[in-house]
């Protein structure tokens, strides 16, 4: 659930005077706007290199207006370096659009779409070097359409499907995914009623080189399947249900190159979680919101090697325990942190400490991209439950961690982040009511200066989550302050004008919000917007 929430506007009493100033409000800067409007300037004299370059800055839909200005940026425009990635959540291509893309998806490597629909229209791409197939709205997604898209796309390393329930994929589709994908190192499948043994077995013995295994909020997995995939060193099964603890433990401790594992919002026993973390090669057991699990039965487990990381352990200081293993995760995020408040309190002390520490090898990059993608997962899920109890949770640990996956470098963490922090805010939907000590948690974090930053972004899904992050948050009268004064009427005014209707309709809801203070109406006038 992606909840929204508008802020009650109260009836004015007595008169209010609104002034409202017309032309520019600088006549310096009106001169430059003329001088500029004046001068000419002859594009077409551009080295095709330079044209390509700006190309690669911009997103596929601001591209292809672009490439409609001549035939020369028309032709450069459809090469096919330029369309390695693709998101079309936001459009509903019909086949023929589709095969008229074609000839410029010849080198593409990675694609996000929505709904079973769209999945079955990105066949028509022939995008045969496709490597990465990232979908959600899936719910009518059925083995046949799956199978299709696995037959098509042999090349395949990594198929996410998710975090909407895939109610109608069964094993049998995930059984051909092994078949025609043998090159597949990722797969995360959300919302299964049944993964069998024999589907597991496929992927163990087609996929050579699959590392990670993700089945969410499924409804049975075979866990002595699973205790056969030597091959795995990440493996999640957060949210899934009937799964036997004891036989898991005693077989998944026992697989070689397992680093890390996921068993969040799981009936994990404790002593099936003391077994697992006592396995030679696990470093990171993922355990939130786990009912079994207290702290009291922990108490005597300490590591220096391997973190639990669960609502009662310090998540950041595991997670910088870690960081000084070399062959293990780095911290999260590498954005520099944005804070107009020079507070110093604990949570923002976190996020600093967290932000330090060097990036270290490979794997330990593989980890942190895993740690990054299962928390913003967790806890969004945590967050859309409204789980009692966690308000403690989500002041002291939850909002700078999700600060923190602000700054990922994986675009799907952020959206999930940002999504998230629009999420934990709200206590009631239906009269627009958020809890302040939280909003004002993000904001003391700086949390407003990063979603102000990720709503410039050129990643159309990014911006989206961003200004509903905004929006959620702007119903605090002090966050819609600080809003205004870090320049957020301007951004989500641009956005509104977005010809992407999610990234509109969220600015929208942005500017609403911020059009209840009285002293913000003025500028939302000068920008046309109101």
Request: charged share 25%.
């Amino acid at each position: 659930m992606n909840r929204r929430v508008r802020r009650k506007t109260l009836q004015a009493k007595g008169n209010v005077t609104e002034a409202v100033t017309k032309g520019p409000v600088n006549e310096v800067e009106a001169v430059v706007c003329l001088a500029k409007e004046e001068r000419e300037v002859d594009w077409s004299s551009l080295p095709d290199d330079t044209v390509v370059a700006l190309f690669s800055l911009l997103n596929y839909r601001d591209r292809a207006s672009l490439a409609s200005v001549c035939r020369t940026w028309r032709f450069l425009g459809s090469l096919s370096c330029l369309w390695t990635s693709l998101d079309i959540r936001a459009h509903n291509l019909d086949s023929t659009t589709a095969s008229s893309l074609a000839k410029r998806c010849s080198k593409l490597r990675s694609i996000r779409f929505r709904g079973a629909s769209a999945g079955n229209v990105v066949i028509n791409l022939e995008a045969k070097e496709l490597r990465e197939m990232n979908a959600d709205g899936c719910r009518d997604l059925t083995d046949a359409s799956l199978s299709m898209l696995a037959a098509r796309h042999q090349r395949l390393e990594s198929l996410q499907l998710g975090p909407d329930f895939c109610e109608k994929i069964t094993s049998d589709a995930i059984r051909v995914v092994a078949l025609c994908c043998p090159r597949l190192k990722r797969l995360r499948l959300s919302g299964l009623r049944d993964v069998d043994g024999v589907a597991i077995g496929a992927l163990v013995e087609h996929c050579r080189d699959l590392s990670e295994l993700g089945f969410f909020d499924c409804m049975n997995v075979d866990e002595t399947a699973l205790g056969n995939a030597a091959s795995l060193r990440f493996l999640s099964v957060a949210g899934s249900r009937n799964i036997k603890w004891t036989a898991a433990s005693q077989l998944w401790v026992s697989l070689p190159n397992l680093v890390a594992l996921d068993v969040s919002r799981t009936d994990v026993t404790p002593d099936a979680a003391f077994r697992l973390l006592f396995s030679e090669s696990l470093k990171v057991l993922c355990a939130l919101n786990c009912g079994s699990l207290d702290a009291g039965v922990f108490l005597a487990y300490n590591s220096k090697t391997k973190v639990l990381l669960a609502r009662f352990t310090d998540i950041v200081k595991g997670i910088a325990t870690l960081s000084q293993d070399s062959h293990s995760a780095p911290n999260l995020s590498g954005m520099k942190r944005i804070n107009h408040y020079n507070n110093t309190s604990n949570n923002n002390s976190k996020i600093s400490n967290v932000r330090n520490s060097r990036i270290g090898d490979n794997k330990s990059s593989e980890v942190k991209e895993w740690l990054e993608w299962v928390l913003s997962h967790a806890l969004l899920r945590i967050a859309e439950s409204s789980t009692p109890g966690l308000d403690s949770f989500w002041l002291k640990q939850g909002t700078p961690i999700l600060l923190n996956l602000l700054g990922s470098l994986q675009e799907d963490v952020q959206e999930r982040a940002a999504t998230a922090l629009a999420t934990f805010v709200v206590i009631d939907d239906e009269t627009a009511t958020v809890d302040p000590a939280r909003a004002e948690a993000v904001m003391h974090g700086g949390g407003i200066g990063f979603l102000l930053d990720l709503a410039k972004s050129r990643r159309e899904g990014v911006q989206s989550e961003a200004a509903k992050a905004i929006a959620n948050l702007s119903v605090n009268a002090d966050v819609a302050k600080a809003v205004a004064m870090e320049g957020g009427i301007s951004i989500l005014a641009a956005l509104a004008r977005s010809p992407n209707r999610w990234v509109a309709e969220e600015a929208a809801g942005g500017l609403w919000n911020l059009s209840v203070g009285e002293e913000h109406k003025v500028v939302l006038l000068q920008r046309q917007v109101e």
